[in-house]
């Protein structure tokens, strides 16, 4: 039979029979009225829980992890504030339901089952994703969306409870969480061995050591297993017990009132100190993992039924009815009259509309403009005290590095909710100097020397973003991304899409990345691939080729975040940053002059330099500057040459190079990054489906960029632009 089934029956049986589990009598701290307030939301989750894999089984609702065994965090929400944020495991329906049970005594009630249940049957009425998914969120509950996220979601609540300490030294326009609230993140025992997991918790008990606020309530959940390979008994109280700067909290979870004393003890400690803690539950798992998981195929029966026989709700109903709050029958008939009323709402739920067709789903993708307060720019005074000497070198052509950091400043200076953190950037000024300076002219609070791990600094990011800060993180090299993609991946790029824009996490994910970097690195130091990046929806990729282009579109980038809310990756060619010549030593004619701070580069628009017909070389960063080496060879063979520096690489900006390369009869696209996956297998497709014009194009070998004499062996060259165009075209030197 069906464990749920099982489970099922078993409660009515033993709550009829008064059959229930022993254990410890009601701890103080709750009253009647709030218990069986607790005891409904958990039963509520239950009814749930049972109903989703009723309309899984009849084709009306689809992927299906349940909650069963883990209601007692329906008690740690009634500890913590419904404007505390919540980052939640996909096991705490009961959380939700206690939550909304909250703000409905608030605000005049709230239909938490109907909303429920039009995700779990992917309605695009639903209210949190508009039927992109079946997840636990609501923007009225301060509980960002999440769907089958292993510990992902950990360090963003690390950034999350960062952004509360540093809202209330600079208060940014868009602050969403109160200055005297918490953040709270949960997950199972098993998640908790993820690397993610482990980072996270490093990250908050690294902060804390150095007495900097983190307001972060952990909640590890601990039935015991993860899908089917068991936990050490013992080993997250072993792992966690003695943490650096977290203080240990443990409970038991099948019972409420002992959950809610030690997690409003938790709570307390996290909001009066600033500080982390960890809260470890015992619960169990009761129906196996998900879906169509059946719990016996790797669990034997006695232990399948020692859980089931400890099922929270019973030991619910044995609490209730020791405090006098609500007898075993009023228990029964709550539990009967909720599974028929959830039924019933669920026959309703399942006629509603779905999302019809790509238009629909894509929605989401973008997240909505937001209204900012207008800004004139930094003043001529704090410009002169931000940039003191420097100011005489503005007048002067300088490298990239230089001109972004001075962007970078004015940008600080003009916007006080920007916030630059990553390794290294603040003291040292990062590997290159690009953020030279900004710590001693904005603060540490602004400028932050993060620990060594880039899962953490894009979490620091990304909780930063949810109240209302614009942060610039910074990636040392493209190669260390790698660590921590899925922080973009899967959190960044999706919260617009499965919150349906109700939610994001605006940032200018800066990266030092591409080849061309002479005498260092190898493959970790010249990464040149950027597949990982291109195909996220929704995330936009900048990569100047110029100082000057690097300032105005840096600019463009955080009006993207702050205004439209974006997830931006601005690519900076490490070869760049020092580059001074064009064709010759000491010509300087690859330096540029500062452009005036209200200057920028709108999304999409590309570059454009000379005018000719026969050849328009398409290209952006070091293959940008390769191809202007090539030009006087180009010329020497009477080729009529325009350049198109592409600047954004996605979304591709596929009119403005069409209209770019109009009336060329060759195109030639000078590609930096490797054969397979590269921006010039798109720009093949849009020349080959969108025009006429005969395409070529120059990349670099499917290969690591090698460190010595030979780093450059395998990319685009300025000899091969030119033999590629002389035979693209017939031309003849």
Wanted: aromatic share 6%; hydrophobic share 40%.
């Amino acid at each position: 039979m069906d464990r749920a089934q099982i489970v099922h029956e078993n409660f009515l049986t033993r709550v009829a029979a008064r059959d229930l589990p022993a254990g410890a009598p009601p701890a103080p701290g709750l009253s009647g009225t709030e218990a069986v307030s607790l005891y409904r939301a958990q039963v509520l989750s239950r009814a749930l829980d049972r109903t989703s894999r009723a309309m899984q089984k009849a084709g009306q609702g689809f992927y299906t992890i349940g909650s069963s065994g883990h209601e007692g965090m329906a008690a740690v929400a009634h500890a913590l504030r419904p404007t505390d944020i919540a980052f939640l495991h996909y096991r705490d329906a009961a959380f939700q339901i206690a939550r909304a049970d909250q703000v409905a005594q608030k605000e005049g009630g709230q239909q938490i089952a109907w909303d429920m249940l039009l995700s779990f049957a992917c309605s695009k009425e639903d209210p949190t994703s508009g039927g992109r998914h079946k997840v636990l969120g609501s923007k009225a509950l301060t509980i960002p969306p999440q769907t089958s996220t292993i510990a992902s979601h950990l360090p963003k609540a690390v950034g999350a409870a960062y952004s509360l300490g540093a809202a209330r030294r600079h208060d940014p326009e868009h602050r969403e969480l109160p200055a005297d609230g918490i953040a709270m993140c949960s997950f199972g025992d098993a998640s908790a061995n993820h690397s993610t997991a482990q980072g996270a918790i490093n990250t908050a008990g690294w902060t804390s050591v150095q007495s900097t606020p983190l307001p972060l309530l952990f909640v590890c959940e601990d039935n015991g297993i993860g899908i089917s390979v068991k936990t050490p008994k013992g080993w997250i109280q072993a792992s966690m017990e003695h943490r650096p700067g977290i203080r240990y909290f443990q409970a038991n979870g099948l019972d409420i009132y002992e959950t809610y004393a030690v997690a409003r003890e938790a709570a307390e400690y996290v909001r009066t100190r600033r500080k982390p803690a960890f809260l470890h539950l015992r619960t169990v798992r009761l129906y196996g993992h998900a879906g169509a998981d059946v719990p016996t195929t790797y669990l034997s029966k006695s232990e399948v039924e020692a859980d089931e026989a400890n099922d929270p709700l019973l030991n619910s109903v044995r609490l209730l009815d020791q405090a006098g709050a609500l007898s075993p029958d009023q228990a029964l008939k709550i539990y009967e009259e909720t599974c028929a009323r959830t039924d019933r709402i669920a026959a309703e739920a399942t006629t509603r509309p779905h999302l019809a067709n790509a238009e629909e789903v894509m929605a989401s993708l973008i997240p909505p403009k937001r209204d900012c307060k207008p800004t004139n720019g930094p003043s001529a005074e704090a410009r002169a005290k931000a940039f003191g000497g420097d100011m005489r070198a503005m007048d002067e052509p300088q490298p990239m590095s230089r001109l972004i950091n001075w962007a970078l400043t004015d940008l600080m200076l003009e916007h006080g909710e920007i916030v630059c953190m990553g390794e290294d950037v603040g003291r040292k000024g990062g590997v290159y100097g690009v953020t030279q300076k900004l710590q001693a002219r904005f603060g540490p609070d602004r400028v932050i020397d993060t620990l060594l791990d880039e899962q953490s600094i894009l979490g620091l990011a990304i909780g930063m973003g949810h109240n209302g800060f614009v942060p610039i993180p910074e990636i040392q090299f493209l190669a260390y991304l790698h660590n921590a993609e899925d922080q973009i991946r899967g959190e960044a790029a999706t919260l617009p899409f499965f919150s349906n824009g109700q939610f994001t996490n605006p940032m200018v994910l800066r990266i030092a990345g591409l080849g061309y970097q002479k005498g260092f690195g190898g493959h970790f130091h010249n990464d040149n691939s950027l597949a990982v990046l291109r195909d996220i929806p929704g995330v936009i990729i900048a990569c100047p080729s110029t100082g000057a282009d690097a300032a105005r579109m840096l600019r463009e980038c955080v009006r993207l975040a702050r205004e439209e809310q974006r997830v931006v990756v601005f690519l900076e060619p490490i070869a760049f940053y020092p580059m001074r010549d064009l064709h010759e030593a000491q010509d300087g004619g690859w330096m540029t002059i500062y452009p005036s701070p209200d200057q920028r580069i709108g999304l999409g628009e590309v570059g454009m330099h000379g005018d000719g017909t026969d050849l328009a070389i398409v290209t952006y960063g070091n293959g940008h500057y390769l191809s202007k080496q090539a030009l006087p060879e180009l010329d020497t063979a009477g080729l009529k040459t325009r350049i198109i520096d592409m600047r954004w690489l996605a979304p591709l900006p596929a009119e403005a190079l069409l209209a770019a390369t109009k009336g060329c009869r060759h195109v030639l696209i000078v590609d930096e990054c490797r054969r397979t996956g590269s921006q010039s297998e798109a720009l093949m497709t849009l020349f080959a489906e969108a025009s006429d014009i005969r395409a070529a194009r120059v990349v670099a070998e499917d290969c690591f960029i090698a460190t010595g004499p030979a780093y450059a062996a395998p990319l685009p060259s300025k000899p091969g632009i030119v033999a590629a165009a002389l035979s693209l075209t017939g031309a003849k030197t």
